[in-house]
């Protein structure tokens, strides 16, 4: 998955946490600090996390997601965590 298409993804997410976004999403780019920008409460951050395992089927540790300051951080967590998971191959029998 590109950095665009988790963008988009991420922007969708965005407008399920909070509608305030749907008339700005265009203005959600990777510079963009997730607290101080687009200000995001730590209950959004929680729930951010959430969304990000449940959309990319991936995990995150209990703290990693404070650690987020960008929608740039989200994107390389979400690349780091997705990059390998459709090059395995399968285990044979």
């Known amino acids: 998955m590109s950095r665009a298409e988790i963008l ?3 922007k969708e997410i965005a407008v399920k946490m909070d509608n305030r976004f749907a008339d700005s999403v265009s203005d959600i780019s990777e510079e963009k600090e997730l607290l101080k920008d687009l200000g ?3 209950m ?3 729930f951010l996390a959430v969304m990000l395992e449940e959309t990319f ?3 995150l540790g209990r703290i990693e997601y404070l650690q987020l300051a960008t929608v740039g951080d989200v994107i ?3 690349e780091s965590r ?3 998971s459709q090059a ?3 285990a044979s029998s």
């Open 8 to 10: 988009e993804k991420l």
């Open 40 to 42: 995001f409460s730590s």
């Open 82 to 84: 997705t990059s390998g």
């Open 88 to 90: 395995e191959p399968e």
């Open 57 to 59: 089927h991936i995990k």
């Open 44 to 46: 959004q951050m929680l």
């Open 76 to 78: 390389d967590l979400v």
